[in-house]
T-cell receptor, first 116, second 118 residues
Framework: GAGVSQSPRYKVTKRGQDVALRCDPI?????LYWYRQALGQGPEFLTY????????KSGLPNDRFSAERPEGSISTLTIQRTEQRDSAMYRC??????????????FGEGSWLTVV | AQTVTQSQPEMSVQEAETVTLSCTYD???????LFWYKQPPSRQMILVIR??????QNATENRFSVNFQKAAKSFSLKISDSQLGDAAMYFC???????????????FGKGTKLTVNP
């Protein structure tokens, strides 16, 4: 696609429910990133993939959070047993290649999650 | 771990004037990249400008330029001839340039909200 696509754009869920957020990166992009952004804060790194391999998951806050990218394209971020503190925008990003760190990262428009 | 600090939560500027947004960072690495991202009310994240740490020359993109002071670990953004469309949150970000053992993640500051007054 033309840009990084995320769905759903808005999700309201009850505390204790599981949610799955989907990211479709720009076609051909090797690297995929997940960030979380609370209101009034900068994006906070969660995890990233090169192809299907999860390279760094150091930013996942606890074991209720997991992510996968089984075929090296679309990725899903899953939050189990949601809590109110999980409410935030979850933003996906992708880049063409990962080596060197200087590649432009393109961000999606984010998925707003509200846990009530 | 690297950190990025934006000490100005809010700034304002008159249309057509110039404004400078501050950013400092902390790192023990010598090779890295620095970025400024713009987040308008639509909540998109738009890359404004980037700087490679090994380059002494400050990056410029039309009305946007940076003042990169590597020794001081300072990376400020100057917006010239400010326009109403420049109103947004601006985030400074750091990324390691290491190809082996380095992290791919962007580390962001907390942002500066820029208001442009007509």
């Amino acid at each position: 696609g033309a840009g990084v696509s995320q769905s759903p754009r808005y999700k309201v869920t009850k505390r204790g429910q599981d949610v799955a957020l989907r990211c479709d990166p720009i076609s051909g992009h090797v690297s995929l990133y997940w960030y979380r952004q609370a209101l009034g804060q900068g994006p906070e790194f969660l995890t990233y993939f090169n192809y299907e391999a999860q390279q760094d998951k150091s930013g996942l806050p606890n074991d209720r959070f997991s992510a996968e990218r089984p075929e090296g394209s679309i990725s899903t971020l899953t939050i189990q047993r949601t809590e109110q503190r999980d409410s935030a925008m979850y933003r996906c990003a992708s880049s063409y290649r990962s080596a060197g760190g200087g590649n432009t990262i393109y961000f999606g428009e984010g998925s707003w999650l509200t846990v009530v | 771990a690297q950190t990025v600090t934006q000490s100005q939560p809010e700034m304002s500027v008159q249309e057509a004037e110039t404004v400078t947004l501050s950013c400092t960072y902390d790192t023990s690495e010598s090779d890295y990249y620095l970025f400024w991202y713009k987040q308008p009310p639509s909540r998109q994240m738009i890359l404004v400008i980037r700087q490679e740490a090994y380059k002494q020359q400050n990056a410029t993109e039309n009305r946007f330029s940076v003042n990169f002071q590597k020794a001081a670990k300072s990376f400020s953004l100057k917006i010239s001839d400010s326009q109403l469309g420049d109103a947004a949150m601006y985030f400074c970000a750091y990324r390691s340039a290491r190809t082996q053992g380095g992290s791919e993640k962007l580390v962001f500051g907390k942002g500066t909200k820029l208001t442009v007054n007509p």
